[in-house]
């Protein structure tokens, strides 16, 4: 991306998202964090609903869903980090630069959910810590042999990946993670991306501190590949797009960062929305 | 029996008195005959006048009438009725006698298992051999004229005798036959001509206007045709296979619909197994209840063309007990099963699943390449699988010459007002003229809601678009769904035949791998099927009628297609849909080939007849059009023909003239077997040499079977020449009432000869019965 161009995603971003952020965050209950056990409560509960009665989740009449993978994990971390502030705040600016028909709500759905396979597009994050069911692992090793996209973020260091990396090997075993070279088609569906950025945690990004945490120096992209040569899993390590998101309204969290984020998440869709 | 009783009362068979004229030879002035008609009258009334009183009105009325007839009668005879005839002079006229030399006279279905050549033989026996039979056609013809024989098969040969005929024929060209004789009598006394054959020309064909011109041609020439009728037109038990309905050219991996008609005649109840073999190996089969009514049904096979390259199809039905022919029991059809992908573009207003997963369904298929082209924000797109970096470049082809170069086109949902009008009559340009195919999926901005209503793009889809409202806009300016709705999707009748829908041959089974997949949803509110659509898919949803999901319509030379639903894409992803099932794939597949496959190309090439005989003429027709698909009329137009032996010759096709790009030229096999045809133009307006368009055909050389089709004699035929002509149509063994017929001639060296006709035992009778009337009623009054 040119730089002048950068200056000027940057204005629009920066405007919508101080504009539209700030109203959404304001307008939400100061409660509203879920637990991981709560919306898996909520949602099992809608699916024991009768098939007559309401059901749980959002209308159906639109495009594209961001949607957010909920899955088992160890530790307090897991699938809902930055939910779903980061969620709403990207849909602003992704309907606001695409003309993409999307749901302008978070959306959050089990892997086992029987209606999974309506979201072919995933957003995950904090997958060291990444401890699925056996269920989960059939659920989403068939969502993305069905063609299924997913994107994980948010996670640093070498022992979160290789956690990340035993439990992707129990969804696609025998397919390996490789690096996606900056040629790729990924880093230009959309804006041209032609390097890859650290981008850190909300309070290292505002405090100016370094953009790494543990020994997570390097930013990363890569991806699990299928047959034909796609995408399947896309992966960020060693990077927080969510958080560059979530606080790209906050004056003191470097713009830059946000554009890139919301660049890479943009690419990320029309990609998987085209292949 | 009432020809005779006739001849006999008139001294004149009837078609003497049709042809002939009646003369009165008067020996006396008018002025007498009239008053003797008027003696007559006062006599016959004044003669029971006295009598009045006694006999009544009524019976006063009898007799003065029968009185009247029968002077009247004695006054006609007296005034010497003459029957006026020009007949031929013998031993100076010509007949013509055609003789059927083609395979079908072979067939057995005379009496006794008698062959039709075998009743032609004994109707024209040798010289040697005469007076074997005394009443044989060929002894009568040749006592009272000079004869011609020919036979005639899809030539026509003078012979000497009808022992020289092979019955060998492959075709029967029964009017170019009479053409030519009538052409090669042409300056002899002709009396007319005999024409001995089945009836069943394998020529014509159903051409209506060349038949009525020959025989219109014969009737100015004073040419009366005499046909005598061999065969049965009908046959006790026969099944036959009609000629198969492929297309000449299919994509490999495409599911091939053939179309065979199969007539079945005393078969009824019976089952027929119909196979069709791809080199020797069964590729398909279809059972059939036969009906016995000779009516003929259509069996449609689906086959898949896996190998490239030039293919003989076969298509057989095990013969059945006492069938007079099998032969016709199989078919076989040439067709070309191509390699060469067909291009499509797929345009989306906006980024959408069904764009994702439609490009994952055909990725597998080697045949199919879909160039997408996605908008993804205002005034920016996005392109995949594009062939080259200037493919697209500029957005949706704006010049005919670039959307021209697909075979087929995809809308998704975009809105009408992103095309300029120029835009939209393209894409109506490109279905009906240059004959691509479109097919147009659901979406907010498609269809009604997308505001093509009033579009030259609403004249092409298959469905009627009612007023609609365009799609709200959100506070972000998209197009919102008002009429959301989840239907669940079922093949109609139609579908379950249909090569694109047809995912099971038993339609029970079929609607059932319907049944058990997940709803879609619609958005657009629809009109009805246009007239000419068929619907293949409807959704059961919120409303008790069903409504149209794929529709499919031929337009002018090309075809359209609508997908009425937006998420297509559901059958792959939902978790209901087991991984292995491949229902998206298999139908995305099916659905855009079926749309593209039989999109002409610039240079479209043909072989007629597509089954020749060993030195008959072959004519190639070309079509040739430019980069925009307008007919270009000075293009070079070179064919290379190989035959099976390898040897390759060049032929140069012309523009015919007659149509705008029709070029033809003429190839003589000069051996049997399955002849290849390359053909490339070249030209103004036609590109560089290296991308000059090429096309290819085939066409196979000495297989004719025609004969064996449609074998049935064909009575009606041959009395509609006789007719035409003003001849009559005879029976083997109607020598005598022929020979008759033809010493009435008009034409050839005829004499005048007058037959009297007072001394007809009609009038005698007449006469006699009048005279006995008068007498009898007189009797029983008791008058004098």
Redesign the interface.
């Known amino acids: 991306m040119s730089r002048r161009g950068i200056l000027a995603a940057a204005f629009v971003l920066g405007a919508a998202v101080l504009f539209g952020g700030t109203r959404l965050v304001r307008d939400l209950p100061s409660a509203f964090q879920p637990s991981r056990q709560q919306i898996r409560e909520m949602l099992a509960e809608a699916m024991r609903e009768d098939l007559g009665g309401p059901r749980f989740g959002p209308p159906?009449?639109h495009?594209?869903y961001f949607t957010r993978a909920a899955y088992t994990s160890y530790g307090w971390r897991g699938w809902s980090v930055d939910y779903p502030k980061a969620d709403i705040q990207f849909l602003i600016g992704l309907?606001?630069?695409?003309?993409?028909?999307s749901y302008?709500n978070e959306n959050s759905v089990l892997l086992t959910d029987?209606?999974?396979?309506?979201y072919?597009f995933l957003y995950t994050v904090e997958v060291g810590h990444m401890a699925m069911t056996e269920e989960e692992v059939l659920?989403l090793r068939?969502?993305l042999?069905?063609?299924?996209f997913l994107v994980v973020d948010d996670f640093w260091g070498t022992a979160e990946w290789v956690n990340f990396a035993h439990e992707m090997g129990r969804v696609l075993p025998g397919r390996p993670i490789e690096d996606i070279p900056l040629d790729h088609?990924v880093f230009r569906?959309?804006f041209e991306v032609d390097e890859i950025v650290q981008v850190p945690n909300v309070g290292q990004g505002m405090r100016g501190g370094p953009t790494w945490e543990r020994d997570g120096y390097h930013p990363v992209v890569r991806g699990i590949f299928d047959d034909?040569g796609?995408v399947m899993v896309l992966v960020n390590w060693n990077t927080d797009l969510g958080d560059a998101w979530e606080w790209a309204e906050n004056p003191y969290y470097p713009l830059h960062f946000s554009n890139y984020a919301y660049a890479m998440g943009i690419n990320f869709?029309?990609y998987?929305?085209?292949? | 029996m009432f020809l005779s009783a006739f001849e006999w009362l008139l001294g004149s068979p009837p078609v003497a008195f049709e042809r002939g004229q009646i003369e009165l030879l008067v020996p006396w002035g008018v002025f007498w005959i009239a008053a003797a008609v008027i003696g007559a009258l006062v006599f016959s009334l004044l003669g029971y006048r006295r009598l009045g009183r006694r006999l009544g009105k009524r019976g006063r009325l009898l007799l003065g009438t029968a009185r009247f007839a029968a002077i009247a009668l004695v006054v006609l005879c007296l005034l010497r009725p003459q029957l006026v005839l020009s007949l031929v002079v013998p031993q100076e006229n010509v007949v013509g006698v055609l003789l059927d030399d083609s395979r079908s006279m072979q067939i057995a279905d005379g009496e006794d298992g008698r062959a039709r050549s075998e009743a032609l033989l004994a109707a024209f026996p040798d010289e040697a051999a005469a007076g074997r039979g005394e009443n044989a056609l060929g002894d009568l013809l040749r006592e009272k004229f000079v004869t011609r024989l020919f036979r005639f098969s899809e030539q026509t040969r003078r012979v000497e005798r009808a022992s020289e005929l092979g019955f060998t024929g492959a075709r029967t060209d029964l009017l170019g036959s009479l053409t030519r004789v009538a052409d090669e009598l042409a300056s002899l006394p002709v009396a007319g001509i005999v024409l001995v054959s089945d009836g069943a020309d394998t020529v014509a064909g159903g051409g209506e206007e060349d038949l009525d011109q020959t025989l219109l041609d014969l009737r100015t020439r004073g040419i009366r045709v005499y046909p005598v009728a061999v065969g049965r037109p009908e046959f006790d038990a026969d099944l036959e296979l009609g000629a198969p309905d492929v297309p000449a050219r299919v994509l490999r991996g495409s599911l091939l619909e053939i179309r065979l008609p199969l007539r079945a005649r005393g078969l009824a109840g019976r089952t027929a197994r119909v196979e069709a073999l791809d080199e020797g190996r069964i590729i398909a089969t279809e059972t059939v209840r036969l009906s016995g009514d000779s009516v003929e049904t259509t069996v449609t096979l689906l086959a898949p063309a896996e190998e490239a390259g030039a293919r003989r199809l076969r298509f057989r039905v095990a013969p059945f007990a006492g069938e007079v022919l099998t032969r016709n029991n199989e078919q076989s059809v040439l067709m070309e099963v191509d390699d060469q992908p067909l291009r499509l573009l797929y345009f989306e207003g906006q980024p959408r699943w069904e764009l994702k997963f439609l490009r994952r369904a055909v990725s597998g298929d080697p045949e199919l390449h879909v160039s997408c082209l996605i908008r993804t924000a205002e005034g920016k797109f996005y392109r995949v699988d594009v062939q080259s970096s200037e493919e697209l470049a500029g957005g949706f082809p704006d010049t005919r010459e670039e959307l021209f170069g697909y075979d087929g086109v995809i809308l998704g949902s975009v809105e009408a007002s992103f095309f300029s009008q120029d835009q939209l009559n393209m894409l109506r340009d490109f279905v009906s003229q240059r004959g691509g195919g479109l097919l147009t999926l659901g979406g907010t901005s498609a269809f009604g809601e997308g505001g093509y209503r009033d579009t030259p793009l609403a004249e092409v889809l298959p469905v009627a678009l009612p007023e609609v409202a365009p799609s709200p806009a959100d506070a972000a300016d998209r197009p919102v769904a008002t009429a959301f709705r989840e239907l669940s999707v079922l093949p109609t009748r139609a579908g379950s035949l249909h090569p694109v829908a047809r995912l099971d041959p038993d339609p029970l089974a079929n609607a059932d791998r319907y049944r058990n997949l997940p709803s879609l949803s619609a958005v657009n509110r629809l009109g009805q099927p246009k007239p000419g659509a068929t619907v293949l898919l409807e959704g059961l949803g919120p409303s008790e009628e069903p409504e149209a999901v794929l529709l499919v319509q031929r337009v002018g030379r090309g075809r359209s297609a609508s997908l009425t639903v937006q998420d297509l894409w559901v059958w792959q992803m939902d978790a209901s849909v087991p991984l292995e099932d491949e229902t998206h794939e298999v139908l995305s597949r099916r659905l855009l080939r079926w749309l593209a496959s039989e999109a002409p190309r610039r240079l479209e090439v043909s072989a007629t007849p597509a089954k020749s005989l060993v030195g008959e003429r072959v004519t190639l027709r070309a079509r040739v059009e430019d980069e925009r698909f307008l007919a270009v009329n000075d293009a070079f137009v070179e064919a290379e023909v190989t035959g099976p032996d390898g040897v390759i010759s060049g032929v140069v096709l012309r523009w015919t003239g007659e149509g705008d790009g029709e070029y033809s030229g003429v190839y003589v096999p000069g051996g049997p077997g399955i002849h290849q045809v390359e053909i490339h133009a070249g030209g103004a307006g036609l590109g560089e040499e290296s991308e000059a368009p090429r096309a290819a055909t085939l066409f196979e050389a000495g297989v004719v079977e025609d004969e064996f089709f449609d074998a049935e004699a064909d009575p009606e035929l041959l009395a509609r020449i006789a007719e035409a002509t003003g001849g009559r149509l005879f029976e083997p063994d109607e020598a005598e009432a022929l020979l008759a017929d033809l010493s009435l001639a008009e034409s050839g060296t005829t004499v005048v000869e007058r037959r009297e006709l007072w001394n007809v035992p009609a009038v005698f009778l007449l006469l006699f019965g009048l005279l006995a009337a008068d007498w009898g009623v007189r009797h029983a009054r008791g008058l004098p």
């Open positions: 159906p009449a495009d594209f309907r606001r630069i695409t003309n993409l028909d302008e029987p209606d999974l396979g309506k072919p659920a068939r969502y042999h069905q063609g299924g088609p569906a959309f034909e796609r869709i029309i998987a929305m085209a292949h």
